[in-house]
C-alpha cells in the first residue's frame, strides 16, 4: 500500500465512522474526494501504465459487486457499497476479503451486545441502580436528551451502521499491515 492510500483512507475512514454513527449516513462529497484524490495522485505517479491503476480499478468494481447484491435485498444501505467501493480503489482488491471479514465480526459483536442491551431492560437497570436515585434521574434525562438528539440526526433511517464497521475494520486492516 501507497502511503498516499493510506493517508486519504484513515481520513475518509474516520469521517464514514463519525458520520454512520450519528447519523446513519455516509456522506457522498465524503467518498467523491476520497476518489478524486486517490485518481489525482494515482496519475501523477503511473507514468508508464502502472499496474497499479489496473489494481484501483479492479478494487473498485469488485469492492462494489460484492455488496450491490446486499444492497438490492434492501439489507444495506447504498452509502455502505459506494464506501467498500472506494475502499477497494484506494487499498486495492487484495484488501477487500479482509476487511469484509472483520467488519462481520464487528457487525456480529454489535449485533448480540444490541441484542443483549435492548432485549432485556435489566442491565439497564443494574446500571442505574449502582449509581443511585439521584444519579439515576440526571443518567436518564441526559440520555434522553442525547437520544433524541440522535434520533433528530437519523431522521427514519434505522439499522446499523455497517459503513462504520468497514471504517473500524479498515483502519485495523491498514495497523495491521503497516507493522509486518
Not at 493517508?7 to 478524486?36: E, H
Not at 436515585?133 to 437519523?154: P, T, V
Amino acid at each position: 500500500m501507497a502511503q498516499w492510500s493510506i493517508g486519504i483512507t484513515a481520513l475518509l475512514c474516520t469521517a464514514v465512522i463519525i458520520s454512520d454513527l450519528y447519523a446513519r449516513r455516509v456522506s457522498n462529497k465524503a467518498l467523491l474526494i476520497a476518489l478524486c484524490l486517490g485518481a489525482v495522485v494515482l496519475l501523477c505517479e503511473s507514468r508508464d501504465g502502472n499496474s497499479t491503476a489496473t489494481a484501483a480499478v479492479c478494487g473498485l468494481l469488485l469492492g462494489l459487486l460484492a455488496l450491490l447484491p446486499f444492497h438490492l435485498l434492501g439489507w444495506m444501505g447504498a452509502g455502505d457499497v459506494k464506501f467498500f467501493a472506494v475502499i477497494g480503489f484506494l487499498l486495492g482488491p487484495a484488501s477487500l476479503l479482509p476487511i469484509w471479514l472483520i467488519s462481520m465480526l464487528l457487525l456480529s459483536a454489535h449485533g448480540a451486545a444490541n441484542w443483549v442491551w435492548r432485549g432485556t431492560g435489566t442491565w439497564r437497570c443494574m446500571l442505574l441502580a449502582s449509581v443511585g436515585a439521584d444519579g439515576a434521574g440526571r443518567i436518564q434525562q441526559c440520555n434522553q436528551h442525547w437520544l433524541s438528539r440522535l434520533q433528530h440526526a437519523r431522521g427514519k433511517r434505522q439499522g446499523m451502521p455497517y459503513a462504520a464497521h468497514l471504517g473500524i475494520s479498515a483502519l485495523l486492516w491498514m495497523a495491521w499491515r503497516a507493522s509486518q
